[in-house]
């Protein structure tokens, strides 16, 4: 029987197995991903701060009561790597300023080529060929504050992350009869900015003049005036 060894051996290993799965607490169940925060460490360790564990699960979003689209800020990058850190990193912003987004979406990437001849002359016919790829990330806020909105879009600006473009669009949303009062804020912008457009391309202004107007009152001056 030359494998009889071979089959001892195997069903040992069996039994240890099964014992050492058996000696594993019940209690903890299967591992799963899932987006809960695990509990404190056994055996005495330390749980992490809940805003560490928060970076090791996906990125929390809220739900948009109407879904009006108020903003569509899109991702550029040529590394998938950089582009998919900071699509997170703006979806964790969002839901931090209350905004509801959704995303990232991949679009369609953008490819390029060029054709650069090595050499002039007689050596035209050697060429090299370059191609650039850039791939791109959508991320849609709804039912957005357009403050929030902008808060959002300068924070994101203000902590870029090398090799990231952005290109945002954003829409605003006014209740029926706002021309009417964009006509009365364009009289009142007329009446203060009227004053100011009367001097443009000068260097005097209004109170330079008055200031003339003062020395030429003072008696100091009507004094020298005098005795010239």
Not at 166 to 191: P, Y
Request: proline letters at 7%; aromatic letters at 10%.
């Amino acid at each position: 029987m030359p494998n009889a060894p071979q089959v001892a051996a195997s069903t040992r290993t069996d039994q240890f197995m099964g014992q050492t799965l058996n000696s594993i607490d019940s209690t903890r169940g299967p591992l799963s991903l899932t987006n809960a925060l695990p509990e404190q460490g056994r055996r005495g360790r330390p749980r992490l701060p809940r805003s560490v564990q928060a970076i090791y699960l996906r990125p929390l979003k809220r739900k948009a009561q109407y879904g009006v689209p108020v903003c569509d800020l899109q991702i550029r990058s040529y590394s998938v790597r950089n582009l998919e850190f900071f699509a997170d990193f703006a979806l964790r912003a969002a839901y931090y300023l209350n905004l509801p987004a959704a995303g990232p979406v991949p679009l369609p990437r953008i490819t390029e080529r060029w054709t650069v001849p090595r050499s002039h002359f007689i050596h035209k016919k050697s060429q090299e060929n370059f191609e650039r790829i850039t791939m791109r990330r959508l991320v849609q806020i709804q039912d957005g504050h357009p403050d929030s909105v902008e808060i959002w879009l300068a924070f994101l600006k203000k902590h870029a992350y090398y090799g990231i473009g952005m290109k945002a669009n954003v829409w605003r949303h006014e209740k029926l009869g706002v021309g009417k009062t964009m006509d009365v804020s364009l009289e009142n912008l007329k009446q203060a900015v009227g004053p100011r457009w009367a001097h443009f391309g000068r260097r005097k202004t209004l109170e330079t003049s008055e200031r003339a107007f003062e020395m030429m009152r003072d008696e100091t001056f009507q004094e020298t005036v005098e005795t010239l």
